[in-house]
């Protein structure tokens, strides 16, 4: 029982320092993105 329980802690942190580490920084939004001002600065009601 507790051998299966450190395997499983072993796997799961093996996994999430994989994730981690394969991350990127955005440092700017993309050109195509939306800031949420423009997003709510939209009409709501058809003309």
Do not use: F, H
């Not at 994989?18 to 939004?29: D, K, M, N, S």
């Not at 993105?33 to 009601?45: D, G, H, I, L, R």
Request: aromatic share 8%.
């Amino acid at each position: 029982m507790k051998r299966k329980l450190a395997i499983g802690c072993l796997l799961a942190a093996t996994t999430a320092t994989g994730a981690l580490a394969a991350t990127t920084v955005l440092t700017a939004a993309p050109t195509e993105s939306w800031t949420v001002t423009n997003y709510y600065k939209q009409a709501v009601y058809d003309p």
